[in-house]
Nanobody, 125 residues
Framework: QVQLVESGGGLVQPGGSLTLSCAAS????????MGWYRQAPGKQRELVST???????NYADSVKGRFTISRDNAKKMVYLQMNSLNTEDTAVYYC???????????????????WGQGTQVTVSS
């Protein structure tokens, strides 16, 4: 069974930094694009950042220049370094990944999306 487990959330003051980690586990054949999404109270879940297996990154305009996504393919992990945090970054952050369990799945163009349970990030003084 595939699992994505996030860690690293917490309470931080405005202007501070946090690094989120997400570990994938299970009988995995390949992991394609990985990413981070967030959901603030009363709002819809939104894209924060994604990274392809080859390292191509994408960021929401609201986090460009402040957040950095990276991944370790050997460890099946993705990270989100968050700097210059402000109160608008407060949300539950979710890890997301396109995970293929077999060579057959890996050959298909459709995505197989898995989600983590989320980790709370609170920015407050």
């Amino acid at each position: 069974q595939v699992q994505l487990v996030e860690s690293g959330g917490g309470l931080v003051q405005p202007g501070g930094s946090l690094t989120l980690s997400c570990a994938a586990s299970g009988k995995i054949f390949a992991i394609y694009t990985m990413g981070w999404y967030r959901q603030a109270p009363g709002k819809q879940r939104e894209l924060v950042s994604t990274i392809t297996r080859g390292g191509t990154t994408n960021y929401a305009d609201s986090v460009k220049g402040r957040f950095t996504i990276s991944r370790d393919n050997a460890k099946k992990m993705v990270y989100l370094q968050m700097n210059s945090l402000n109160t608008e970054d407060t949300a539950v952050y979710y890890c997301n990944a396109d995970i293929r369990l077999t060579a057959v799945q890996a050959a298909l163009s459709r995505a197989y999306i898995y989600w983590g349970q989320g980790t709370q990030v609170t920015v407050s003084s």
